[in-house]
């Protein structure tokens, strides 16, 4: 099942309660919404987004392991291809290389995107730092209108902002 990221910006941290009761009438669970406002705000009972949403680790995982991948299927070519004087080596080198470079790179890059914040959420910084409050939502592909209808007639102070591609789901 793929899910939907949407994105919605609150005037306070009441509309944000407010919505997320009507969110969990809805059976849009708990541990699917992930509040963001400025630091120090109490958000009470809400879910406040961890730590990987606010920062870009998962970005950079993703990037290390396509660009490592891709890296350490060249090296293994060029491995295969040169045989170095000594060493017979066999057609595997090629997905070894690719294997281990791609995990390398996954490993390396995560590391670099803790420190990182989250680039998607770099639009927000302005309104979040005024006050407001950032909802994000994850919601099965089918039940993304029927969200965002429903915020828009319950909750006209809500302003969407958008959402992201479809990801698969996890728990």
Not at 5 to 22: G, H, I
Request: charged content about 20%; cysteine-free; overall charge negative.
């Amino acid at each position: 099942m793929m899910n939907r990221r949407l994105y919605f910006m609150l005037p306070s941290v009441a509309s944000a309660e407010k919505t997320a009761n009507d969110l969990l009438l809805a059976r849009i669970e708990d541990k699917r919404m992930h509040f963001m406002a400025e630091p120090g705000t109490h958000l009470g009972s809400l879910h406040e987004a961890g730590y990987g949403l606010r920062n870009d680790v998962l970005r950079g995982a993703e990037v290390g392991l396509i660009s490592g991948g891709l890296f350490g299927l060249v090296v293994g070519i060029v491995l295969y291809a040169i045989q170095p004087v000594g060493i017979v080596l066999q057609p595997v080198i090629v997905l070894a290389m690719a294997v281990l470079f791609a995990v390398l790179g996954a490993w390396f890059s995560s590391m670099i995107g803790i420190a990182l914040p989250n680039s998607q959420l770099s639009q927000f910084e302005e309104e979040i730092t005024q006050g407001k409050v950032l909802l994000i939502i994850d919601v099965p592909r089918g039940r993304v209108d029927e969200i965002r209808s429903l915020i828009g007639r319950t909750h006209p102070e809500a302003t969407s902002r958008g959402f992201e591609p479809a990801f698969p789901a996890f728990p």
